[in-house]
């Protein structure tokens, strides 16, 4: 081997030598941080605790949406979506848009009534006398339940064909043709066939002339002016398909406020406490620009923040109002609700961000990448 191949030879192994100590070196600042990273950790760990803490904590343009979200949700509560005033039948009858004075006096054609029968009688469904226990089982709520009529939702249906054929039906569906007596009041004569009560209205609706289809199409707005009637008197009516499950049962929840005027007062409280967060978190968002990674993840933080606090600070004012007035018309349940839930997943979500925040940067330093 020549002199030129040894020192070439040299220069290699030199060459190599160097990059493995600098491969040494480096591997052993890599070892000096990560030995820092872990015997800090604790400390690493708290001040970037702080740091979320920093960046999601309430700024003074915060505060004012805070305030705003809680006005609304007060305004709501009070001028909105209060439990409405109970009314006994002939006011809530009279003060329902499209309620006609009406009188029994029904020239009884099996099945058959006339367009005028149908709009100056009253609904056959309220008839009682003569019923001879074919309506018991109401509990408290009497007729409401055990007349199928009054159903919410099947009312539609078989309280529409009672009215087209001046019948009632009741939740076993056994019917019965309704008859006027000579007081001019209303009572059971005879069965009826249930099958003939829906077909007869089929029939009229689909196949007869104008006649027919004026007799259902009247017979249905009268069931609905006549279920909106009912619903915010002492029985109201009772929740939807439960009275055909089973009638003592609907009795039961109606005599313990579980009836439609209480469902859907607590329906429009819920959506309008989520209609009023909607609208804040939304505007709070645009309010924030066009953010990005753990930047915009914090700000929602803050956003969620602002609509958890001011559905509790709302809800909390509600339940000292209800309390200090003793006005139980007053009491925000479908809010309540919201906020509870509310409450836990925001938690949740918040949650999930901090630790998302933490140990992302925390594994970033330990990666050796700069922390963002």
């Known amino acids: ?28 600042e890599e070892t000096r941080k990560l030995y820092h990273v872990a015997i800090h950790t604790r400390e690493i760990l708290d001040d970037l605790d702080q740091q979320f803490k920093e960046k999601t904590r309430l700024t003074d343009e915060d ?36 309620h006609l004075e009406e009188h029994s006096d029904r020239h009884h054609r099996l099945y058959n009534p006339s367009l005028a029968e149908i709009i100056t009688n009253p609904v056959p469904f309220d008839a009682m006398v003569g019923a001879d226990g074919a309506l018991k089982g109401g509990g408290k709520m009497g007729h409401r339940v055990t007349a199928i009529g009054h159903d919410p939702l099947l009312g539609l249906i078989f309280g529409t064909a009672n009215i087209a054929t001046s019948t009632l039906t009741t939740s076993s569906l056994a019917s019965y ?23 007869k209205t089929i029939n009229k609706a689909l196949y007869e002339r104008y006649e027919g289809k004026a007799i259902v199409a009247a017979s249905l707005a009268k069931e609905i002016i006549h279920l909106h009637s009912d619903l915010y008197t002492k029985n109201s009516l009772p929740l ?19 009836h439609m005027a209480n469902v859907l007062a607590v329906g429009k409280q819920a959506a309008g406490a989520a209609l009023i967060n909607f609208l804040i978190a939304t505007a709070h968002r645009l309010y924030g ?32 109002a209800t309390a200090v007035t003793r006005d139980i018309r007053l009491l925000d349940i479908g809010g309540f609700a919201v906020t ?33």
């Open 289 to 320: 620009g066009n953010l990005q990674g753990r930047e915009a993840k914090c700000y929602e933080v803050r956003t969620r923040k602002i609509v958890s606090y001011s559905d509790a600070i709302a809800t909390g004012s509600n339940l000292v």
């Open 63 to 98: 505060i004012a949406f805070l305030f705003i979200a809680v006005g609304l949700q007060v305004m709501r509560q009070y001028l909105l979506t209060r439990f409405p005033k109970i009314m006994d039948d002939k006011t809530a009858a009279k003060r329902t848009p499209g």
């Open 240 to 258: 939807p398909v439960i009275p055909v499950l089973n009638s003592e049962l609907a009795g039961r929840l109606g005599s313990y406020g579980l």
């Open 1 to 28: 081997m020549g002199y030129e191949e040894l020192v070439e030879k040299r220069k290699v192994l030199l060459a190599d030598m160097d990059q493995d100590a600098a491969e040494a070196k480096c591997g052993l």
């Open 177 to 199: 043709h309704i008859y006027t007596n000579a007081q001019n009041v209303d009572y059971f004569r005879s069965k009826a066939r249930t099958e003939l009560v829906i077909g």
């Open 340 to 372: 509870v839930y509310r409450l836990i997943t925001d938690r949740k979500f918040i949650r999930s961000v901090k630790e998302e925040f933490i140990f992302g940067q925390y594994f970033d330093m330990v990666r050796g990448e700069e922390r963002r």
